[in-house]
């Protein structure tokens, strides 16, 4: 059973920076696409940015010149650089990955970030 393992949260001031990862457990493992949603309390879970095996990648509108998904060669590790992060992007991140030929993929376990003003 593949592992996601997510890291990089925390709390940061508004205007400020984080980068989150997401590693696989195993090195075998790649994925044919990738996504970082976020979630509040009381809120669907939410799309944040998506990227596929091609690298081609897509945003929400709410992070787009801001945010940058990105992945590395392996295709087994993603991460999220966000820039001027404001309070309103404060949420619990999670990471998922989708292998090749199946329909479910797994979740990362979830990071914390918070935004303070």
């Known amino acids: 059973q593949v592992q996601l393992v997510e890291s990089g949260g925390g709390s940061v001031q508004a205007g400020g920076s984080l980068r989150l990862s997401c590693a696989a457990s195993?090195?075998?493992?790649?994925?044919?696409?990738a996504s970082w949603y976020r979630q509040t309390p009381g809120k669907q879970r939410e799309l944040v940015a998506f990227?596929?095996?091609?690298?081609?990648?897509n945003y929400a509108d709410s992070v787009k010149g801001r945010f940058t998904i990105s992945t590395d060669n392996a295709k087994n590790t993603v991460h999220l650089q966000m820039n001027s992060l404001k309070p309103e992007d404060t949420a619990i991140y999670y990471c998922?990955?989708?292998?090749?030929?199946?329909?479910?993929?797994?979740w990362g376990q979830g990071t914390q970030v918070t935004v303070v003003s």
């Open positions: 195993e090195s075998t493992f790649s994925f044919n696409a």
């Open positions: 990227i596929r095996k091609s690298n081609n990648t």
């Open positions: 998922y990955q989708l292998p090749s030929g199946v329909l479910s993929g797994y």
